[in-house]
């Protein structure tokens, strides 16, 4: 174990931002390299494609929706700073595995065009639920239900347009950037 392991287990805790301007800059920082991520996924799926318009860009958009947000939440909803939460790596291994198998179904449905790789994709999509997310049974956090609702829908609909925008937006590029006939 190296000293900085041991030094940050000692403390018992792990580095964490300050309240306000560091949160802003570490959250806004995390928020652009996503971005940057998902752009890059999205760009890659629309290159191996060939015939790209802006249409075609938001149908690849609504599959990463689908892959990287929407699965995803069924088994783990977006949650409250605070609320009680299962183990850490156990519900980013959960949103991993979710996520590669709800985008390699929805692209053996929709790209294999072979009806017994259509049951294979639904098949994967469906498995990580069959599997399960890890959930801590926790008492009741003392959060009106009412904003833990809303603050999912919240979530889900910013991750929509997110992925809405970022599709249309790589469509159009490709569109823009194609060279002439």
Known sequence: MSEIESHDHAEGHAWAPQAGF???????????L??????????????????????????????????????PAVGLPPELPGMAAADLMGR????????????????LLFVGRRPKWAVVGVMMIIAPHLIGAPHVNAPDTGLPPELIIE?????????????AALGIASGLLFEKLRPAP
């Open 22 to 32: 560091e949160t802003i800059i570490t959250t806004l920082g995390a928020n652009i």
């Open 34 to 71: 996503a971005g940057i991520g998902f752009a890059l996924l999205i760009t890659a799926a629309l290159m191996l494609h060939g015939d790209v318009n802006w249409y075609r860009g938001l149908l690849w958009g609504a599959g990463g929706f689908a892959s990287f947000a929407l699965a």
């Open 92 to 107: 980013q291994a959960w949103w991993m595995g979710t996520a590669l198998a709800t985008a390699g179904g929805l692209g």
């Open 151 to 163: 603050f999912g829908i919240a979530s889900l609909v910013a991750n929509l347009l997110f992925w």
